[in-house]
């Protein structure tokens, strides 16, 4: 390895880096590029002690630090372009940002929460990068979950490139460009790294990949978090993974293997990954003390590699500057830091009435009657189950709007092309998407990794990006791999930008039990754990011309939408449906009377719809005059028709798959008790699953989940009451 002396000698004399393989590439920048990567990379350390300072002063809230890592920063940031490229940094990244062209008061407003913050607009912790303008997508606090978001923004350019029909619809979108992505040693733990690497090698995707190792995951040394301690040892045979290895604290170094790295995604040979040493010489964050676990020699060894005093005194030493000339750009950089801190403590906090604003899309308002077609809807054709009538809707829009892709584990027909006219095709493990690859090719049909949280990291880079991610999950019992996806990535997007990013993602989950033989891992009913969930809309249909009309509602919505769909339903006779137009849509939020009643109302959805309706059949020859509201969209409810309905009967059954405790029929009850008390003539009702698992043998099963006779029974009682 050359040192940095003889590198910059070599630089200056033929104007062309020599690599650490003793290989020329493009040319350096002159002496007042490398002044400029000073000053950048002095400007990060001073902004991180500024504001260690005003934290000190109770006038921020928090604070971590990119000390030690400038060198590599400023480097990836030379050889990328802001607004042109892609990027998807981690928390210590100030000094590519920085270089990127973030500026330091936008920096300070973040540290400060205020309103005028471009990251958040005051609402993520400071070093929670994110500049709309930059091409810097929102980052945030869980470590690795931004890797398969970064692989999926470079997969939507890959299948941009793939489809005749949106080639003269692309906007920022390069034949060339990258996408960046950063972590740490310790997110390489994460088991979204490895699948992130593994689409990003099996695509050949451009995505360039930094480790910034400083040796520890707060106070986890390298060797507990990783097998030998080197984990670009273990990722050595990826196949079309270009891997580098470098001293990040040494600038010069840094430089010529960035370059080396961005090239070669440029030229879509495929990914790269750059593993660069650096040092922390700051504690994780303010929250944590590195005295408490490293010694001082340790910290010491560290101090001499200081990448800041490194690079200022290699430019002395090399004569690019003089001692007056630093100490004039240090001045000029702390004045600059000081006046920023002054800008941002006087600024505006965000308003308290702003605080509910962006969980869901402020332009497109899928509960508004554009989406509502449900009452003059034609219907024609032969009457098909709810798998036929999904199958349509996906088909129907896929052919309407080119930017819908659909993948996931077995959604193909057949991966393998060749065998493709010769069998007759997947199409899903309930054949709901029969036939799309056939017709719309296999960039747009695609099967995925069995990763449930590849499926929704990679939709959220590519609904990012413009292109239309309609994915689904193979069962519900499974989602739960995606859940960190979809809780803290998906759902948070929009909201923790401040609007300036969004994710509009359909995911299709088959749900529920009543199966026989489904047994604990095949019949699950979690809903009440997504409908907490703010920013993600919740769809449960009961039948297929609901299903179609809403799933329709749900892709050309502008939010996350989780539309599930009932197992037990997919092939029954009882909901049917002929085929209604193109164009036919269902609101969120519009509930359906499924049944007209004067003594009791039962609130339902999913298949309690069907055994709600049975056992109100067999209480009417017992005089029980029964209505039945199926709910159809669980987030958002429809209040009003709940209360409509209540104010008419007095009396009032909730019944769901879900077990009793703690359930989405709950919240149901707590409302109705808390607001229509007055209209009540009997306490609220539930019918619900054993607070237990869904088991396999038959009778156990019939006990567990609620069955027609048990709202028979609820029925009887809440009108004896």
Same mark, same amino acid.
């Given at each position: 390895?050359?040192t ?5 000698? +070599? ?6 880096p ?11 920048? %002159?002496h007042?590029?490398l ?31 990119? &000390?030690? /890592? ?5 480097? *990836? ?13 981690? $928390? ?21 929460? &205020? ?55 692309? !906007?920022?979108? /390069? ?25 990003? !090698? ?20 390298? =060797? ?15 196949? !079309?993974?270009?891997? #580098? ?37 700051y ?12 010694? %001082? ?16 005194a ?26 920023a801190?002054d ?9 308290? =009435?702003?605080?509910? #604003? ?14 509502d ?33 659909v ?9 393998? =092309?060749? $065998? ?25 049909? @695609? ?5 449930? *949280? ?35 990535? +998906? ?11 969004? *994710? ?24 009440s754990?997504?409908? #907490? ?8 249909p !009961?039948?297929?011309l ?20 009932h ?31 004067? %003594? ?24 029980v ?11 958002? @409810?429809?209040?009003?028709?709940i ?12 019944? /769901? ?30 019918v619900?699953?054993?607070?237990t ?9 019939d006990?567990?989940?609620?069955? &027609?006779?048990?709202?028979?029974? *609820?029925?009887?009682e809440?009108?004896?009451?």
């Amino acid at each position: 390895m050359t040192t940095d002396t003889k590198v910059l000698k +070599l630089v200056r004399k033929s104007g062309s880096p020599v690599a650490a393989e003793a290989t020329t590439h493009e040319e350096l920048p %002159d002496h007042k590029l490398l002044i400029e990567m000073y000053r950048t990379m002095y400007l990060s350390r001073r902004l991180d002690d500024k504001e260690i300072q005003l934290k000190g002063q109770n006038r921020i809230f928090f604070q971590i630090s990119g &000390a030690g /890592h400038e060198a590599i920063l400023v480097a *990836a940031g030379v050889v990328l372009k802001p607004g042109y490229d892609w990027f998807y940094p981690y $928390y210590r990244d100030r000094a590519l940002c920085l270089q990127l062209g973030m500026t330091p008061l936008e920096m300070l407003l973040s540290a400060v929460g &205020a309103e005028a913050d471009p990251n958040s607009h005051g609402r993520q912790m400071p070093s929670h990068w994110g500049h709309k303008k930059l091409n810097i997508v929102s980052q945030s606090s869980p470590t690795g979950t931004q890797l398969l978001q970064a692989v999926g923004c470079a997969e939507a350019s890959y299948r941009y490139s793939l489809i005749p029909e949106l080639q003269k619809r692309i !906007s920022n979108f /390069h034949k060339d460009e990258v996408t960046y992505v950063s972590l740490g040693d310790g997110t390489s733990s994460e088991g979204e790294f490895w699948e992130a690497l593994n689409t990003a !090698s099996n695509l050949k995707l451009p995505v360039v990949f930094l480790i910034e190792d400083n040796g520890y995951a707060i106070s986890v040394p390298v =060797e507990v978090q990783t097998a030998g301690g080197d984990v670009s040892r273990l990722v050595e045979n990826f196949p !079309s993974l270009y891997l #580098q290895r470098c001293d990040g604290t040494d600038a010069i170094e840094s430089l010529e293997v960035m370059r080396r790295a961005v090239d070669y995604c440029r030229q879509r040979q495929g990914p790269a990954l750059v593993h660069a040493k650096v040092i922390r010489p700051y504690s994780h964050s303010l929250s944590d003390d590195e005295k408490l676990y490293r010694p %001082d020699e340790e910290r010491a060894s560290d101090a001499e590699r200081d990448p800041v005093k490194r690079f200022g005194a290699l430019l002395i030493d090399e004569g690019v500057l003089d001692q007056d000339e630093l100490q004039h750009i240090k001045d000029e950089v702390d004045r600059i830091v000081n006046e920023a801190a002054d800008t941002a403590l006087s600024s505006a906090q965000p308003a308290k =009435e702003t605080a509910t #604003q962006f969980v869901f899309s402020p332009d497109v308002d899928p509960c508004s009657k554009e989406f509502d077609t449900e009452d003059r809807v034609q219907l024609s054709g032969n009457a098909g189950t709810m798998v036929d009538l999904i199958n349509r809707c996906l088909d129907t829009e896929m052919a309407r709007d080119p930017r819908i892709v659909v993948f996931g584990e077995d959604v193909a027909d057949c991966s393998r =092309e060749q $065998y493709l006219e010769g069998v007759k095709g997947k199409g899903g493990v309930f054949k709901v998407t029969a036939n799309l690859q056939r017709k719309y090719g296999s960039a747009r049909t @695609f099967n995925s990794p069995l990763a449930e *949280a590849n499926i929704v990291g990679r939709a959220i880079g590519m609904a990012t990006r413009g292109l239309k991610p309609v994915v689904e999950i193979q069962f519900f019992d499974y989602i739960w791999p995606a859940m960190h996806q979809i809780r803290n990535e +998906l759902a948070l997007l929009r909201w923790r930008s401040g609007n300036e990013w969004k *994710a509009p993602t359909v995911i299709r989950v088959p749900i529920g039990g009543y199966l026989k033989g489904g047994a604990v891992y095949h019949s699950q009913s979690g809903v009440s754990t997504f409908t #907490q969930i703010p920013g993600l809309r919740v769809i449960y249909p !009961s039948n297929a011309l609901d299903a179609n009309g809403l799933l329709r509602t749900a892709i050309r919505s502008d939010d996350p939408v989780l539309f599930l769909e009932h197992k037990h339903l997919y092939r029954q006779a009882y909901n049917k449906s002929q085929y209604p137009t193109d164009e036919f849509m269902i609101p969120f939020g519009k509930a359906k009377r499924v049944r007209e009643g004067t %003594d009791i109302s039962i609130i339902t959805y999913g298949a309690l719809v069907q055994r709600s309706t049975v056992a109100a059949k067999q209480m009417e020859q017992a005089g029980v005059s029964v209505e039945i509201i199926d709910l159809r969209s669980l987030v958002p @409810f429809d209040w009003d028709a709940i209360a409509e309905s209540v104010k008419k009967t007095n009396r009032v059954i909730v019944a /769901h798959e879900d077990s009793l405790s703690f359930g989405y029929g709950a919240e149901i009850a707590a409302r109705i008790s808390d607001e229509l008390f007055e209209y009540l003539d009997a306490p609220v009702k539930r019918v619900c699953a054993l607070d237990t698992f869904v088991a396999y043998a038959p009778q156990l099963e019939d006990a567990i989940l609620p069955q &027609a006779s048990d709202v028979a029974k *609820a029925i009887a009682e809440l009108k004896a009451y």
